[in-house]
């Protein structure tokens, strides 16, 4: 069974810098990507930044790009998401997810079907 294990949230002041990790594992297949998605409360879960285990290659929403960063270690089947000069509107559950590159580049959840359990981040003002 696919399994995704998402850690490394919490409590920080804006400006402030966390790094979330999800491990993934029961692959049966290489070529997935994982995707980070974020839901504040009262708003609709969006996808935030994703990863190709196969080429590396990354997608960013607007709001995040150069702020955040997403990497991969393969060897250990772990992602990152660097997470530097944040803001309060940054406060959200942040979400891994994993399929296959091509449901994960469209960032859309309805299209995703693995899910790993959420971590709050908040971000103080």
């Known amino acids: 069974d696919v399994q995704l294990q998402a850690s490394g949230g919490g409590l920080v002041q804006a400006g402030g810098s966390l790094r979330l990790s999800c491990a993934a594992s029961?692959?049966?297949?290489?070529?997935?990507?994982i995707g980070w998605f974020r839901q504040a409360p009262g708003k609709e879960r969006e996808g935030v930044s994703c990863i190709s285990r196969s080429d590396g290659s990354t997608y960013y929403a607007d709001s995040v790009k150069g702020r955040f960063t997403t990497s991969s270690d393969n060897a250990k089947n772990t992602v990152y998401l660097q997470m530097n000069s944040l803001k309060p509107e940054d406060t959200a559950v942040y979400y891994c997810?994993?399929?296959?590159?091509?449901?994960?580049?469209?960032?859309?959840?309805?299209?995703?079907?693995?899910w790993g359990q959420g971590t709050q981040v908040t971000v103080s003002s």
């Open positions: 029961g692959f049966t297949f290489d070529d997935y990507a």
């Open positions: 997810a994993a399929d296959d590159k091509f449901a994960i580049a469209t960032m859309e959840p309805a299209l995703v079907a693995y």
